[in-house]
């Protein structure tokens, strides 16, 4: 595992401590839709300030590329923070460098916590300007790292600060880094992935990657259909990357050279539109109609995965495997990550699930408190499932 220095190792009594978090969180009509990241920064936090830290917080939201933009402040989440804390009062303050900024945290005592405006009001933080990292550094005289979700992004709060003072990993990206190595680089075998969602194109680099390391690569969602074409096999109006087949074909090559069994559907469920409740027709993979599109994987498969499951220590899971957002085709996603939930509950089973639209499949599913682990990351757990050094995570070691 990438070596870092845990906060067990940090004694940060009187020191100005600037911790990076991800408080970039999901906003639905101007409401919080999933608090998890600021739910899970908090022992971070508050272990710093126990410790009698002058904790600094630094974070992005949204992507106002280096424009002031007062809809991605970060001042309304300084309440919510402050409830995750325990209600531990959290101070503001509208920049993140410059003289405001340095007059507050002067202004700290021992415990107290102080939020930094939206980093990226600052077009240094994206290009990791040295003299952006220089200001953000003066404000600190030590920095934890504890966006795990962020750490794919070199940026000056990620990379730049971490390179000037010296630096420590937070709990949260301690418990990532964690669960990630005993997922992928350490883990008990057999390891089986499931990959799903739309497109191969999108996830060429994370199946690469994956067959290299994985016993069992299973495929459901839209990308199947591209690797079912490529097997001769006419999947009707279904989403397929046609173009993609020769990949498809040499990525299952691949995987048969290393003793990596790829898992396809055997049936589908298919409708003539993609609609809530449209008419479904469960069907062989091999019999889907000229007007039909395959939105999950069908029963048999379902059943059939869930039971490998049982015969596997270690899983990784990125991506649903059908339209789950769609009233009536959730089925498939259902069935296997209850599945995965209840062996991991009961022991049975390692499992580890992140990226994009994975944690609102599973919450569908009513499955994600049952998996081992759950990330906090999107695009961070997908270039770490195709095996990218993440910068942030580089930047964490001594
Ligand atoms: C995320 O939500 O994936 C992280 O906060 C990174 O955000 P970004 O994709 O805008 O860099
Ligand atoms: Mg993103």
């Not at 016993?215 to 074409?229: P, R, S, V």
């Not at 790829?262 to 993609?274: E, N, W």
């Not at 990550?337 to 569908?364: E, F, I, N, W």
């Amino acid at each position: 595992m990438a070596s870092f220095r845990s906060l067990d190792a940090f004694s940060p009594k009187g020191l100005r401590v600037l911790v990076r978090v991800d408080l970039n969180v999901p906003m639905q009509h101007g409401e919080i839709s999933d608090p998890s990241r600021i739910e899970r920064v908090a022992e971070t936090i508050t272990t710093l300030a126990d410790g009698g830290a002058r904790v600094v917080i630094l974070s992005h939201f949204g992507r106002p590329r280096g424009i002031v933009t007062p809809s991605m402040s970060l001042a309304p989440l300084v309440e919510p923070l402050s409830r995750a804390l325990g209600g531990r009062s959290v101070g503001f303050v509208d920049d993140c460098i410059g003289e405001s900024a340095e007059a507050a945290v002067a202004a700290l005592d021992d415990g107290d916590i102080l939020l930094l405006e939206n980093l990226r009001f600052h077009g240094g933080e994206e290009t990791n300007d040295d003299d952006f990292a220089d200001a953000l550094a003066r404000l600190g005289d030590a920095y934890v790292g504890d966006a795990f979700s962020a750490a794919h992004r070199a940026h000056g709060s990620v990379v730049g600060v971490a390179k000037r003072l010296p630096a420590y990993a937070g709990r949260l990206m301690q418990s990532e880094l964690e669960a990630l190595d005993a997922a992928l680089e350490n883990p008990k075998r057999p390891l089986a992935a499931v990959i799903g969602g739309a497109k191969v194109s999108s996830k060429l680099a994370v199946l690469g990657n994956l067959l290299e390391r994985v016993d069992m690569l299973i495929i459901g969602g839209g990308m199947a259909n591209t690797f079912l074409h490529a097997q001769g096999i006419a999947v009707g109006k279904s989403l397929c990357e046609r173009d993609m087949a020769d990949t498809a074909r040499d990525i299952m090559a691949r995987a048969a050279a290393r003793g990596c069994e790829i898992i396809l559907p055997s049936d589908g469920v298919t409708a003539t539109r993609f609609a809530d409740g449209a008419a479904q027709t469960v069907t062989p993979i091999d019999a889907v109609g000229d007007d039909a599109m395959i939105l999950d994987i069908g029963p048999d498969s379902a059943a059939a995965i869930a039971e490998r499951l049982e015969h596997v220590a270690t899983l990784v899971w990125n991506g649903p495997l059908g339209a789950f957002e769609l009233d009536g085709f959730d089925h498939g996603t259902n069935v296997v990550a209850r599945a995965a939930a209840r062996l991991s509950q009961a022991g049975r089973l390692v499992s580890v699930a992140g990226g994009g639209d994975t944690v609102a499949a599973l919450a569908h599913a009513g499955a994600l408190a049952g998996f081992t682990y759950v990330s906090t990351a999107g695009g961070a757990f997908l270039e770490w499932l195709e095996g990218k050094p993440l910068p942030g995570v580089a930047a964490l070691q001594p």
